[in-house]
């Protein structure tokens, strides 16, 4: 596009988190790029300026909301920069109401100060019909790719501590134990926290249930919609969360989805998805797993109310609703 233009940086992120967070040295970001009206950080943290306006996105506040669920250097890291960055950002977007409402109540920044700006869902996340040829061969694909033979319950999430998914594991033991489930359980995402995946397995193996708990790692684009349309129900029991785009995701494509009561997701879900209030109530989320699997009604009743409630999260809503902030702030 004509109004488009591209400046690298010479430096990394590492080092210029090391240039600007942790030496703390007076570099405005306008040294490389040249004068700026306008400069917007979509990541927490916000580099000196000289004239510019900044704005920065805060996508949450797990740092100090939940201190246990981050790694110590990152927690420490996050704890001094992002209170800098927001004494010097002439603006703050958030990705929830519930961000939202963290930013003033923790870090006292004024509510004229922050906008909300909902991530979007891309539109590849749609309910799939196998009677389309198209969308048959990426089902059928998808089966083979992880080998789908049985009925399954899907969780999808970086694999760390906030996601919740020992709690799931747990749950889902009670089920395999008193029940009978013959689901299987799917955890698809790639490693966040080093050794999470190595503890899970772990959990797994100790409670017996290594043939029916698969972690097929981060699934691609192409296949990601395709596993949330197979899935019998997508239970997402995080304990902590700034939006929750797998949500999002799972109910674009029509699939039953079972969340926890906490932070942004109610926002996110709406009245499509299914509840559970206490993140950390393992037997409590095995009867509502258990609830939503036998409810036939709910499969039907989901593929009609998760679209709608996806539709109002649009990238194009996002991108029109960040222009009106950057007009705003870059006229003030």
């Known amino acids: 596009a004509p109004n488009f233009g591209w400046r690298e940086l010479p430096l990394s992120g590492r080092q210029a988190a090391i240039?600007?967070?942790r030496l703390r040295l007076p570099l405005p970001i306008e040294h490389w790029t040249g004068p700026l009206d306008l400069y917007h950080s979509p990541d927490y943290t916000l580099p000196p300026l000289r004239q510019a306006r900044g704005i920065v996105t805060v996508h949450d506040l797990s740092f100090l909301a939940v201190p246990e669920y981050h790694e110590p250097s990152l927690r420490r890291y996050l704890t001094r920069a992002v209170p800098r960055?927001?004494?010097?950002?002439a603006h703050v977007l958030a990705d929830s109401e519930s961000t939202r409402r963290e930013l003033m109540e923790r870090l006292d920044v004024p509510a004229t100060k922050i906008s909300v700006v909902y991530p979007g869902v891309d539109p590849r996340f749609h309910p799939l019909d196998s009677r389309h040829p198209a969308d048959a061969a990426l089902l059928n694909r998808t089966r083979a790719t992880y080998g789908l033979a049985n009925p399954f319950i899907l969780s999808v999430g970086t694999l760390e501590?906030?996601?919740?998914?020992e709690g799931l594991i747990r749950a889902y033991a009670l089920l395999h134990n008193r029940n009978g489930i013959n689901h299987e359980l799917i955890i698809a995402g790639g490693e966040g926290w080093q050794h999470t995946r190595e503890a899970l397995l772990t959990l797994v193996d100790d409670l017996h249930l290594g043939g029916n708990i698969l972690f097929p790692?981060?699934?691609s684009d192409e296949l990601l919609p395709a596993l949330y349309n197979l899935a019998a129900l997508v239970v997402y029991p995080s304990h902590y969360e700034g939006f929750g785009l797998p949500v999002l995701e799972a109910l674009a494509c029509g699939t039953p989805v079972l969340t926890t009561r906490t932070t942004s997701l109610p926002e996110v879900g709406g009245?499509?998805?299914i509840y559970l209030d206490d993140s950390h109530d393992v037997e409590g989320l095995a009867a509502a797993i258990r609830q939503a699997l036998g409810d036939v009604e709910l499969r039907a009743t989901a593929a009609r109310a998760g679209p709608a409630q996806a539709a109002g999260?649009?990238?194009e809503r996002t991108a029109r609703q960040l222009l009106e902030v950057y007009q705003r702030v870059g006229s003030a």
């Open 161 to 165: 501590p906030r996601k919740n998914f």
């Open 217 to 219: 790692g981060f699934v």
């Open 19 to 21: 240039v600007w967070q």
């Open 85 to 89: 960055g927001l004494a010097r950002a």
């Open 313 to 315: 999260f649009t990238w």
């Open 271 to 273: 009245s499509a998805a």
